[in-house]
């Protein structure tokens, strides 16, 4: 099986070396904005020249995008078309959402990345759609915990402080300003704690001006983007998540097989891997003030945290990315020989 891989935005550039390294060809469609219609006639051309048997798309615009060009090649060069989604459909825009419905019946194959995103589809939808968590690379995570010592002096954090770490683009769904609140009570009450937080997004000026308003100063580190992001979470000792909405999230899953008890919001897909009361401590979104008292709760109790600590890393240990390359691998070799001409 050969595998190539196209990318919309040319400043998405976060994963081509990685790729690039393992040999997998990569081309960037090369415009700035995914509404200009000109990537269509780029994945089109691409497409001729080097027709696929499979094109799975992963970003609700790339989907319908992909569907459109699908169907208009002759047939002896149509692939046949896979879409993953990687958040609950209440998390997109309605434009989004209306397109994607729109345009799902041209798909092949319907995946998800939990049963939360599966649920949260349209009835039509649902039915066609199956659930693979992506996983992640855990050897290659937990080998990050030999980082802790270099990490924390990196940063100024001190060999005994408590760290609670996060990791999130600077998006709505995140919900930072909860976060950023609820870690002003916790240093209020605890006051050596700090936090770190690792990502970028277009809200950057505005959460760091509530930072700023709310005197967090170094007690909450705000890196921005990290591509060691896995590294610096292993410098920490609890992760937090404060989302409005999740699917699951790659971070979430990292964080388990660091062996971090989480705090998280009870949203989307993080229930399926954080039970409340074994890997973590979960409350619903929107509350700084359940968010703030949750996390207090775990910093303030080491036999209770340590416990959790545990737990989280067997259960990070089930989240391996292999279980879910054997299962797209099968549903590829289920759809490609019915793919026409090749």
């Known amino acids: ?79 046949r078309v896979v879409v993953t989604d990687h958040n609950v459909w209440y998390g997109y825009k309605r434009v989004s959402r209306w397109a994607d419905g729109l345009t799902s019946p041209l798909d092949d ?48 954090l001190g060999a005994g402080e408590l760290v609670v770490g996060t990791i999130g683009n600077l998006r709505v769904q995140k919900a930072y300003p909860d976060l950023l609140a ?6 209020d009450r605890l006051p050596d704690i700090r936090f770190v937080a690792v990502g970028q997004g277009p809200l950057e000026a505005e959460i760091r001006a509530i930072h700023d308003r709310l005197k967090l100063g170094d007690r909450f580190l705000l890196v921005g983007y990290r591509a060691d992001a896995v590294r610096v ?19 979430i899953m990292e964080a388990l097989a660091l062996g971090l008890p989480v705090v998280a919001t009870a949203v989307g897909g993080v229930p399926e891997v954080v039970e409340h009361g074994r890997e973590g401590l979960l409350v619903p979104p929107g509350r700084p003030r359940e968010l703030a008292a949750a996390l207090v709760t775990l910093l303030t109790d080491d ?40």
């Open 1 to 79: 099986m050969s595998v190539r891989v196209a990318y919309l935005l040319p400043y998405k550039t976060a994963l081509v070396g990685e790729l690039e390294a393992e040999a997998v060809p990569v081309a960037c469609l090369g415009y700035q904005n995914a509404l200009d219609p000109r990537w269509l006639t780029a994945l089109r051309r691409s497409m001729i020249q080097e027709p696929v048997d499979i094109i799975h798309a992963h970003n609700p615009v790339m989907a319908v995008g992909a569907r459109i060009v699908a169907h208009s090649l002759p047939r002896r060069l149509r692939p």
């Open 303 to 342: 036999e209770r945290r340590q416990r959790m600590a545990e737990v989280a890393a067997q259960r990070g240990a089930l989240l391996s990315i292999d279980t879910a390359i054997r299962r797209t691998e099968a549903m590829y070799h289920e759809l490609a020989p019915a793919a026409p001409g090749r």
């Open 182 to 187: 609820a870690a002003r009570e916790v240093v």
């Open 109 to 156: 194959a319907r995946l998800t990345v939990s049963e939360a995103v599966r649920a949260s589809l349209p009835a039509p939808i649902q039915r066609r759609s199956r659930v693979v968590v992506q996983g992640i690379e855990v050897e290659q995570v937990r080998a990050q915990r030999a980082e802790r010592a270099a990490v924390r002096a990196e940063l100024g």
């Open 233 to 251: 979470m292993a410098a920490c000792d609890v992760f937090v998540l404060a989302s409005h909405y999740e699917g699951l999230g790659v971070a």
